[in-house]
């Protein structure tokens, strides 16, 4: 058995392939691109690439991000052209932020995930975020010369502890349209005259790998909760004289539906939020707490409101509402999972909000 | 005329050493062109018919010991001047010289030996077999604190180049009188007594009957290093791996006994063996057992962690920055990117060039007198951490790398097995340059097979970790119980007996 032992690793070498090995390459001439915008352009996509602030030698001198775009009839030869236009290897394997034109969106945005599912070295695990009203190549070259990369991952964070339009993940999105044809991410836009930087727009609605629609203040709040995320913003209220501040700090809404016979004729949307009180005037009776409960249930209520007419006239359930509903019967949810986006843009919803305030 | 093969061939060891019967002429024919070989007539309480001749050699036998105790009965006491000539031997031997012991010899091999030992050799005018009269010296070292094995909460004493002052050391703690010495003299030359030790009724007889065969059948000229019994009784030329547990404490070569394993003491070598080795036994401490179980247990992880530390990072390095860079977090690849920028080398010879930068300061400074040694290891740290990063011949992220791994090597207790690892961590820095994560991980693969391919005395090297032996081993390897509960012997050692407390 000994005898043969030093034919494994050939064997594993020929097994895997002997000329599939990784390849060496050094870092010390990589461009490290951070940040991805890809747009719809004439001759096929544009694509814009950012390598955010760099650092150079042992103290780290910050050197101007290095902003790379190509034009190509598909995504990967914009990709290899990029190659060509800088002195470094450019290294896609650290895109983390992927914007997307709005143009694009609305042409659909499956050639562009499916890329970044395939590819090597990009993946899904990079933020995704939809340029409203302005191209992705706009808003990756709208950081000058410390690029967008440092903006970006500012809000994702954000997103992420409560403070900022909830962050998504190219990968969610892939599968939320996969899995239910419907999806939507964070949307932002390019303000400002001089120094421009990205602002939150809402939400973009994709349906069917395409823009459905914007969602915006109230309905882009109910959009949240319903994905239950708490809002970003503070809820205010006059009782009195006595002006209220209260926030959100944790939201479940659980859905459920209602079938008679084989079909399903309402959908019961239960949210239990709760809200902390942040600043008040005056200390709150138990009277004027009963009185901002009921303010606040009507605020969610109408935020859910304004967000399921949108959702439904686009008839994208980006929310998860009818597989959370069917996995509490799951034998009639196969039934009418396929005719489901029909069923959700018709459904009668029936909206209950509790508020826990504390 | 010899042939080529005969001068080549094995030298048949010679039985007796020194054929021939024994007479005094014949022994200074032993020892001739001796200058320390001396003899010494004298008369019997003055009495000029009756002669004696007393042979030592000086340095080996005591001198105090040889006048008091030989010398001065055999010219004072009256008794040998007038008792029967033929009597006069078996008076000696029976308590007219004051010594322990008094052996008659007839025959010349054990008389040349016993003088080398430090005997002396008594011959009575007109006959030609001797007394044999021990009145060895016993200057040696005296017994010190175990410098490389440091005790902060324990006993301070070490073993010395003495084997009996060991085996009195091992037996002052282990005083059941099961506890075996058997003795065996090793190296053609040298003659150095080796000592097996073992207690009766608890270590595996097989292993000690494997221990005496090999030991029967070493042949070599002499016993100056520990290598020239480690490496005879062991298979171990094919690997790296120290497969002899060693220690300089005479507690924890006690622990080993306790635990049913087999000691090896050899003169002039201050250690202790203890067999089998597996690989639990060389990430131990003699410490382990008196920190608290909760810290030992802890420590024992660190070490084990460490060692993979000390094979892996210089590879795992090589492999992440030079194939798989989109493994590395953003910022750290950032500042990776930064450092290298200016850094002529690639990664793979950066790497390679410090570990052999920190192995040349290692040795240099092991190499050199104590204070001239620091001073190298300080100007040579100096020189690679500092100077190398600025001058750009190595990015600071080698440097990093290969002091984590060079100082998590130090935290192994046995220098065998630190040694061992380092050997090993070159070859996987060269695995990883060729193949990235996939040479690292056939690297590994190939350790695995390797280390589960050795054996210690019948044991399996990793028997800890298996099932080898085929016994429960009762108590894990990796971290140590609170010692009430570690209720049984080291089922590696096949002890006959398993249970170790009530």
Known sequence: MK????????????????DRLPAAREMGDMALLRTMGVDQAEAGVAVTGSTGPRAKGLQGEEEAS??????????????LAMQGLSDSYVFFGYVDQLLLGEELAAEGVRPVLDYFARDVELGLGAQLWLIRGASAREAVSSGGEKGTDARLSTLQTDG?????????????????????GAAFAPALTPAGEEDTSLTERGYGVLRDFQLAGWLEGEAARGLELLAGSPSPDMLTHPLGENQVSARITGVHTRPSLEFQGEEPVGLSLKCRAAVRLEEYQAPLGAREREQLRDLLEGQLRARLEAALTQLQSWRADCA?????AGMARPARWQEIQ??????????PVDITVQVDLT | MVSKRGQDGPHPRREPRIPGELSLKGLEEVFRDCADFNKRHMFLHGDRDRGVTVCYIDGMARTERLNDYVLKPLAQNPVLASAPREELFSLLEQGAVYAQQATRETRLDPVALALVNGSCALFLDGRDDALVVPVATEEKRSIGQPENEPALKGAQDSFVESVRTNTSLVRRRLRAPELRVREQIVGRQSLTPVDVVYLEGIADPETVERV???LEEIDIDGVEAAGNIEEYLVDGARSAFPLMAYTQRPDRFCQGLLEGRVGLLADGIPLGWLLPGTIDQFFKTGQDRAYHWMVASALSLVRYFCALVTLLVPGLYIALVTFHPEAIPPKLALSIVAAKQEVPFSTIFEVLVMLLAFEVIQEAGLR????????????????????????????????????????????????DLGNALRLWRFLFAILASLGGLFGLALGCAGLIYHLAGLDSFGTP???????????????????????????????????????NQR
């Open chain 1, 3 to 18: 005898k043969y032992i030093g034919l494994v690793p050939v064997l594993c070498l020929l097994l895997c392939g002997c």
């Open chain 1, 66 to 79: 290095l902003v790379l775009a190509a034009d190509h009839t598909s995504l990967s030869g914009a990709c």
């Open chain 1, 160 to 180: 992420e502890m409560g403070m900022a339009n909830l962050p998504r993940t190219a990968g969610e999105v892939y599968t939320d349209l996969l899995e239910r």
């Open chain 1, 320 to 324: 998860g509402l009818g597989a959370r």
């Open chain 1, 338 to 347: 396929d005719s489901w986006p029909e069923w959700f843009s018709r459904l």
């Open chain 2, 212 to 214: 005496e065969r090999r």
């Open chain 2, 368 to 415: 050199l007198p104590g204070p001239i040694g620091a001073t190298v290891s300080i100007l040579g740290g100096l020189v690679v951490g500092n100077a190398a990063v600025e001058a750009h011949i190595v990015s600071p992220a080698v440097l990093i790398a290969v002091a984590i791994a060079g100082v998590a090597g130090y935290t192994m207790p046995s220098q």
């Open chain 2, 461 to 499: 090297y990793l028997a800890p970790f298996t099932t080898g032996t085929k016994v429960h081993r009762g108590h894990p390897s990796l971290f140590r119980l609170p010692l009430p509960a570690m209720k049984w012997r080291d089922g590696a050692a096949r002890t006959q007996n398993r249970r």
